[in-house]
């Protein structure tokens, strides 16, 4: 089993920043992609950025050039720093571990409210 424990959420001011925080722990060999999850309400949650364990990263269009994932393999911990954030940046984000194709692990998220 694998425990994904977020952190870093909060209440901010458009155009200020947050810098998120999921550390694993459990039984597991190596943590190959890592990703942030965003989720509001009535709506399926969606991929923000993700990072492969050789550094590889993905963002989603509307995050380009404000949020920044990195990872810290030798801490099994992956951060998300969001800068300039926006009102339409507030809801709940997840992070999420492949171990494989058949072992993907979710946290239970942490909360970003972005006041206009």
């Known amino acids: 089993q694998v425990q994904l424990v977020e952190s870093g959420g909060g209440l901010v001011q458009a155009g200020g920043s947050l810098r998120l925080s999921c550390a694993a722990s459990g039984r597991f060999s190596r943590l190959n992609v890592m990703g942030w999850y965003h989720q509001t309400p009535g709506k399926e949650r969606e991929l923000v950025a993700d990072i492969s364990n050789g550094g590889t990263t993905t963002y989603t269009e509307s995050v380009k050039g404000r949020f920044t994932i990195s990872r810290d393999n030798a801490k099994n911990t992956v951060y998300l720093q969001m800068n300039s954030l926006k009102p339409e940046d507030t809801g709940v984000y997840l992070c999420?571990?492949?171990?494989?194709?058949?072992?993907?692990?979710w946290g239970q998220g942490t909360q970003v409210t972005v006041s206009s």
């Open positions: 999420r571990a492949v171990i494989s194709p058949w072992s993907v692990y």
